[in-house]
């Protein structure tokens, strides 16, 4: 398989590793072209993929390309390349906000089309990607970027019309999960622990309560009332959660998350 990327950000980097490592393709077969010469210099240094002269070039080399820009450069870079498409080739648009039908208007007629939101995980292979494609997608076209998806970790096929819930679910809540192990680890120097050590237990825990959704399969409310014991410490302190509303904050945060990324 021949991938192409068109931007040399975190997020290319992260599926690129993913892909290399994976063997989903070989280095040779990873083409990449950025704005900046350093970051192509920096991605073939690292991963020994192959630069290209200029966006064009990518996607004429590639079966699949993913287009890794801003939000606000897609039109560019798309109407820049979009007669180097052709029925075969697949586009893979990682931008958040942009819909299918508003990309299908600046391709030619019949591209295939896939819309991705990966977050930033991905970079240690902890992924989660969700994807929606145009009907010109085949299944087995689908299966191709199945793998290149689940090379950096899982990912879920939905509805179009559920990508911005997404967004606020995975997209960006890493950023509300740093807050909170920022916020674990301060309560922990509170109680006399050095704060490198207590950074290092709040993500453990967090990591460890994570697998345990994961790998039970219990619904996290239950596997929360395990460890409330009677009149015990963590029913204390989920009381003080619950009276300062701290559900109804993640809630509400996520709501305009995906209200923003809904109007992008």
């Known amino acids: 398989m021949k991938i192409g ?22 280095p040779e077969n990873v083409f990449v072209n950025s704005k900046t010469r350093e970051s192509v210099e920096r991605f073939v240094k690292e991963f020994k993929v192959t630069p ?88 087995q076209d689908m299966d191709v970027v199945r793998s290149i998806l689940n090379s950096f970790g899982d990912s879920v096929e939905m509805g179009e019309h559920q990508m ?25 120097v509170l109680g006399g622990i050095p704060k490198a050590t207590a950074i290092k237990l709040a993500a453990q825990a967090v990591l460890g309560s994570a697998k345990m959704v994961l790998e039970t399969g219990e619904h996290p409310d239950l596997l929360k009332d395990q460890v409330c014991s009677p009149a015990g410490t963590t029913i204390e302190a989920v009381r003080t959660l619950e009276g300062m509303g701290f559900r109804s904050a993640i809630i509400e945060a996520e709501k305009a998350c995906a209200d923003k990324a809904s109007s992008m």
């Open 52 to 139: 290209c002269a200029d966006n064009r070039e990518v996607v004429k080399n590639s079966d699949v390309v993913v287009f890794a820009v801003k939000p606000q450069m897609y039109e560019v870079v798309i109407r820049e390349t979009a007669d180097c498409f052709d029925d075969k080739k697949i586009a893979v648009s990682i931008a958040p906000g942009k819909s299918l039908e508003w990309m299908g208007k600046l391709f030619p007629t019949g591209t295939k089309i896939v819309r991705a939101n990966p977050n930033t995980p991905a970079m240690v292979g902890e992924g989660i990607t969700a994807y929606c494609a145009n009907s010109a997608t085949l299944e």
């Open 164 to 188: 911005a819930g997404f967004i606020s679910i995975c997209g960006s809540s890493p950023a509300y999960v740093y807050m909170m192990i920022d916020a674990m680890a301060d309560g922990g």
């Open 5 to 26: 990327f068109i931007g040399c950000g975190n997020m290319a980097k992260a599926m690129i590793g993913g892909i290399i490592k994976g063997n989903v393709a070989s």
